[in-house]
């Protein structure tokens, strides 16, 4: 499942209205794309730095998975997603090599990517996340 390279790096935030403006000014560039997505209970705001974009995660239900990580860990990196060629194979080939999958095959994220997570009780506490077009 070798990646190519570091597709974004997820970070949680309590209000996109808020962080917007603190990321412009930090990476210099734009935000370029808002979007929500309705089975994950997020909204999220892309910033592009070289090939590797930051997007940043409101949640729009306490309920959800950042709305969780919110109240236990409060605002903060959340995921790192690594681009591949093919997320449903990669996910595959992280099962087979004893990896805990959220996600047994890929679906529908943000910006028309098809997306997996890898569980962090086998990826050293990070929670990884597969990517591909
Ligand atoms: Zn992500």
Known sequence: ???????H??????????SIPYYENLLGTKCYNIEEVKDQRVK?????????KIEL??????????????????????HIAFAVAD???????????GLVLIDKVSRRGAEGMNIGFLHPKSTHGVLVELCSK
């Not at 790096?9 to 808020?18: P, R, T």
């Not at 109240?71 to 959340?78: A, C, D, L, T, V």
């Not at 194979?89 to 099962?95: F, G, I, K, R, S």
Request: hydrophobic share 40%.
């Open 57 to 78: 995660l409101e949640s729009t239900d306490p309920e959800g998975p950042i709305g969780k990580f919110l109240e236990k860990k409060g605002e903060g990196i959340h």
């Open 87 to 97: 997320a449903t194979v990669a996910l595959a080939d992280a099962e087979s090599q």
């Open 44 to 52: 999220t705001a892309f910033f592009l730095v070289g090939e590797t």
């Open 9 to 18: 790096l997820g970070i949680a935030v309590k209000s996109l209205e808020e």
């Open 1 to 7: 499942m070798k990646p190519t390279h570091i597709e």
